[in-house]
C-alpha cells in the first residue's frame, strides 16, 4: 500500500491545495488522484470554441505539480474507509493518508426534458476528450440552441458564433439572461450586446423538447415555437460531485456539498477538509449557505484548506462573490451584492453610480465607457457590493471593490480611496467611477458615516 | 465686491474641490479663479505629443463646474486679504470669502543651467497655448534631447518618437531612468523597452551646458559628450506654486509647500485649506513630509478638503503614492513603499514576488506576462508596497494593490483575497499574482502572521 501524509482528491482546486499544502508543510509527502488525464482550465472552456481556438491550448500544465513536489495519480478513487485512513481506486491500489482533501468539484445539471438523451445534446462536462468531441463537431453545425443564458450560456454563445457560419440561439427560462448574477440594467446591455454580434436570445421560454431521431433536429419550447438545431449545449448550471463523500459518510449540506467549517474542515471528521465547487460555500454578508460555484473561490478555499492542514487557523470569511465575463468586447463585473439580491434580503441600500471612460482623456485609442454601481447599508454605511461594465479594466477593477468589501470600507473610505491613475490604463483621478459612485452617496448618508 | 461662501484658487484639484464641496454643502455658493482659459488633464501632457494629437484633445471640459453649480472667474488672483477675507485680481477685482482654498498646484523646476534660455529648450508648464506652440513647433525637429529621465521625461520620450522621424535621447543623472520611482529591475525593464523604440538613454550623464546661438543647436554633458539638439525638453520636476500663499502669510513647510493638518486645512488660519501639489504631503507609512506630487493624490486630498471646509472631520491618512505609466507598450505600477524607500527607512522587510500572464489560458490573443513584487513587514507582516510590469491590467491592480495597503492587510489576509478571474480579463486563479507574492512569504513570516 502507497502512504502519503496528505492525499487530496480532483482536480483545478486539488492543485492549489496541494500547492498551498507543500508550502505551509514542505516536509509533507503530497498525493493527488484524479479521474482526467488532462485538466481543463475551467472558466476558458467557452472560449476553446472560439478564442483560443481548441481544447490543447486551453490545459493546466503538470509541470505545476511537479516543481511544487506533489505526486499525481491518473485514476478513480472508488472508496475511502475513514477508519483505517484508507483511498481504494477502481483498479484495486490503495493509498493510505494522514489527512485527505475532497476538491471533487461538480458535474453539469441535466435536466429533465424529453429527448435529452439524444445525439449531439451536450452538457457542458470539463472533460477533455469530451469536449474535443464537441470542438471537432462544432463546425459542422449550423443552428446552435444553447440552453440557459447564464455565465456559460452567454460566454459558449459569444464564441461559438466567432469565425463560423451559424445561427446561434439562447433559450432562458427566466425575464432576463444573467439574471441570477446581474441587476436588469446590466443583464439588459449584456442581451443587446449579445444580440448585436447576432445571437438569437428568447427568454421566458422554456424547453418542452429536444427533438429529433436519434440526432437532435430542433428543440421544442414551451410556447409553441420550433427551433432547428443540429447542435444542443446546456447550460444550465451544476451540482456538486459528491458522491464518494457521501458514500463514505461525510456530512452532505446546502445542495449536497460537503458540510466544512470555516477552516474547510468536514463536520463530519477533523481528517477530512473540502474545498471548491464540492464543499459548502457561506456568504460573506450573511453567513448562510450559498450556491455559488467559482473557479476563483475554489482556488481561494484551496489555499485556506491546503494552510489548514495540520494546524487550522486560517479563516475563511465565507464568500464574497466576485465574478467577471466579457460579451462581445463588453465586460461585466460583480463583487458582492447586487440591487437583486441586497433587496431580497430586505437590507436597506442607498445606490451610487458613476460613467467615465476608461482612459483619459476619452479621446485615447480603445478606450471604453465604464459604468459603475455600488451599494451601501443605509444604516453603517458599509459597502456591500458593486456591479460595473466596460472596457478590459473591468476584470481588475471589480477586484478593488473586492478589496473594499473584504475590508467593510465604509462610503467616506472609498471617498478617500487613493487610486493611481494613468491617462492610457484608468479613468481621470477627476472621474474615476469607484471613487464618484461612492461620492453620490455621501448626502443620502450624511450623519451616518 | 462679489462675495461668495468658498473661493478656489486653482486648476485640476480646484475643480475636485468645488464638486465635493457643493456636494456636502450644497446651499453654498462657489467660485473658482484660475489664470488659465483651458485646463490640460495634467497627466495627459506627454500623450499630447503622440496618442492624443494635439493639446486640444487633452482639455478638461468646463462643463463639470457649470454642472455643479460653480462659478468660474478666469483672471489672476494677485492678493489675498485674510484679515477681511478678500481676493483682489490682477484687474483690481475683489471676490469676498469665508473659506478659501489655495489649488493652486506646481510649475516646473528650471534647474540654473547655462544657455537653458535659449529658443527651443521647454519646461512643461501646463498651459494650453505654451504646449499648443511646442506642439507645432515638434513635428520640425530632428534631434531631441529631454532632460531627465523621470515619468514626465520617459513618456515624453515615448510618445514624441511615435510617428515622427526623429532621434530621441534622454539625459539621466542618476544610474537609472525612474529611479525615485522604481526598484532597479523595473526601471531597467522600462528603459529595455524605451530602447526598443529607438529612444537613445544615458545615464550618469549630467548637463553642463545648452548650446547654441540663441536657438538651441546642441547639449553638453559634464563627460565631455555633445549632442545635437533642436529642441530641448525638461522633465526635472516641480516645484510648489505657492508665492502667493506666502504673501499672505501662510506658513510653508517641506519644500515651500502650505502647511496642512490631517483636514487639509491651513495651520495658520482655520479658514483656508489646500490641497494638491502646493499643498504639504505626509506619508501614509511614517507620517513624515514627502514630495510626490500626482494628479491622482491632489484629487484625493481635494476631496478630502471639499467636504471639510465647513465641518473639518473628514481625515487624511497620508500620501500611500500610487502610480503608474507605460512605456512602450509594458506598463509599470508602484503602491506604497518600493525595496529601495523601504530599505532607506531601515524597514526589515520580506519580499514576495509572482509571474503570470494576464489572461488565461496563456495563449489569449493580447495576453501580456504580469510582473509582481510585494514588500511586508517582517515583524507584522503588513503589506508596506507593491510593484508590477505588464499589459493594461496593470493600471487597476496596482489600485487592488493600493486598497491592501490603505487597510494594512496582512500576507494571509491577501493570501485569502477573493478576487475575480475572467479567462480574457485576469490570470488564471490559480497563479493570481497579487495573491501569490503574498504566498511565497508564508513561510518567511511564519510565526508572525
Given at each position: 500500500m502507497k502512504q502519503a501524509d496528505v492525499v487530496i482528491l480532483g482536480g483545478l482546486s486539488g492543485i492549489t491545495a496541494g500547492i498551498s499544502c507543500r508550502r505551509h508543510y514542505p516536509d509533507k509527502k503530497v498525493i493527488l488522484i484524479r479521474k482526467e488525464g488532462t485538466v481543463l482550465i475551467p472558466c476558458g472552456i467557452p472560449y476553446i470554441y472560439g478564442t483560443v481556438g481548441g481544447p490543447e491550448n486551453n490545459v493546466i500544465p503538470d509541470g505545476l505539480l511537479e516543481s511544487n513536489g506533489i505526486e499525481l495519480i491518473k485514476g478513480e478513487a472508488v472508496d475511502v474507509d475513514r477508519k483505517s485512513k484508507v483511498v481504494t481506486m477502481k483498479d484495486g491500489e490503495t493509498i493510505g493518508y494522514e489527512k485527505l482533501v475532497f476538491a471533487t468539484g461538480s458535474v453539469p445539471l441535466i435536466p429533465p426534458i424529453p429527448g435529452i438523451e439524444k445525439e449531439n445534446v451536450y452538457p457542458v462536462k470539463k472533460e477533455f476528450d469530451y469536449l474535443s468531441h464537441v470542438y471537432r463537431h462544432m463546425n459542422d453545425v449550423k443552428d446552435l440552441v444553447i440552453i440557459g443564458g447564464g455565465f456559460i450560456g452567454m460566454e459558449f454563445a459569444d464564441e461559438c458564433r466567432k469565425g463560423r457560419d451559424v445561427n446561434v440561439t439562447i433559450v432562458?427560462?427566466?425575464?432576463?439572461?444573467?439574471?441570477?448574477?446581474?441587476?436588469?440594467?446590466?443583464?439588459?446591455?449584456?442581451?443587446?450586446?449579445?444580440?448585436?454580434?447576432?445571437?438569437?436570445?428568447?427568454?421566458?421560454?422554456?424547453?418542452?423538447?429536444?427533438?429529433?431521431?436519434?440526432?437532435?433536429?430542433?428543440?421544442?419550447?414551451?410556447?409553441?415555437?420550433?427551433?432547428?438545431?443540429?447542435?444542443?449545449?446546456?447550460?444550465?448550471?451544476?451540482?456538486?460531485?459528491?458522491?464518494?463523500?457521501?458514500?463514505?459518510?461525510?456530512?452532505?449540506?446546502?445542495?449536497?456539498?460537503?458540510?466544512?467549517?470555516r477552516y474547510m474542515q468536514s463536520y463530519t471528521d477533523p481528517d477530512v477538509y473540502a474545498c471548491g465547487d464540492c464543499a459548502e460555500k457561506q456568504s460573506f454578508f450573511d453567513g448562510r449557505p450559498i450556491?455559488?460555484?467559482?473557479?476563483?473561490?475554489?482556488?481561494?478555499?484551496?489555499?485556506?484548506?491546503?494552510?489548514?492542514?495540520?494546524?487550522?487557523?486560517?479563516?475563511?470569511?465565507?464568500?464574497?462573490?466576485?465574478?467577471?465575463?466579457?460579451?462581445?468586447?463588453?465586460?461585466?463585473?460583480?463583487?458582492?451584492?447586487?440591487?437583486?439580491?441586497?433587496?431580497?434580503?430586505?437590507?436597506?441600500?442607498?445606490?451610487?453610480?458613476?460613467?467615465?471612460?476608461?482612459?483619459?482623456?476619452?479621446?485615447?485609442?480603445?478606450?471604453?465607457?465604464?459604468?459603475?454601481?455600488?451599494?451601501?447599508?443605509?444604516?453603517?454605511?458599509?459597502?456591500?457590493?458593486?456591479?460595473?461594465?466596460?472596457?478590459?479594466?473591468?476584470?481588475?477593477?471589480?477586484?478593488?471593490?473586492?478589496?473594499?468589501?473584504?475590508?467593510?470600507?465604509?462610503?467616506?473610505?472609498?471617498?478617500?480611496?487613493?487610486?493611481?491613475?494613468?491617462?492610457?490604463?484608468?479613468?481621470?483621478?477627476?472621474?474615476?467611477?469607484?471613487?464618484?459612485?461612492?461620492?453620490?452617496?455621501?448626502?443620502?448618508?450624511?450623519?451616518?458615516?
Open positions: 432562458e427560462a427566466l425575464p432576463h439572461c444573467l439574471q441570477i448574477a446581474l441587476d436588469n440594467e446590466f443583464c439588459e446591455e449584456a442581451q443587446k450586446k449579445l444580440e448585436e454580434a447576432g445571437v438569437t436570445i428568447l427568454v421566458n421560454e422554456k424547453v418542452q423538447a429536444i427533438l429529433g431521431d436519434g440526432r437532435v433536429t430542433g428543440v421544442k419550447l414551451a410556447s409553441g415555437q420550433e427551433l432547428k438545431a443540429d447542435m444542443v449545449i446546456l447550460g444550465i448550471g451544476a451540482v456538486p460531485n459528491t458522491e464518494l463523500a457521501k458514500k463514505t459518510g461525510l456530512e452532505l449540506g446546502f445542495r449536497d456539498t460537503i458540510k466544512v467549517d450556491g455559488i460555484m467559482l473557479a476563483s473561490i475554489a482556488t481561494s478555499e484551496a489555499r485556506i484548506a491546503g494552510a489548514n492542514l495540520f494546524s487550522p487557523t486560517h479563516h475563511n470569511c465565507g464568500s464574497i462573490s466576485v465574478f467577471s465575463t466579457v460579451i462581445n468586447d463588453r465586460a461585466f463585473g460583480v463583487a458582492g451584492l447586487t440591487e437583486r439580491t441586497a433587496t431580497h434580503m430586505g437590507a436597506r441600500i442607498v445606490i451610487g453610480t458613476a460613467e467615465a471612460p476608461d482612459t483619459h482623456p476619452g479621446g485615447m485609442p480603445n478606450s471604453s465607457h465604464t459604468k459603475v454601481k455600488l451599494l451601501f447599508s443605509k444604516d453603517t454605511g458599509v459597502i456591500m457590493g458593486g456591479s460595473m461594465s466596460g472596457g478590459k479594466s473591468v476584470g481588475e477593477m471589480i477586484n478593488v471593490v473586492s478589496a473594499c468589501i473584504m475590508h467593510r470600507m465604509t462610503a467616506d473610505d472609498i471617498v478617500k480611496f487613493q487610486m493611481g491613475t494613468h491617462p492610457a490604463l484608468t479613468s481621470s483621478p477627476i472621474v474615476y467611477p469607484i471613487v464618484n459612485a461612492a461620492c453620490k452617496v455621501v448626502i443620502p448618508l450624511k450623519g451616518i458615516v
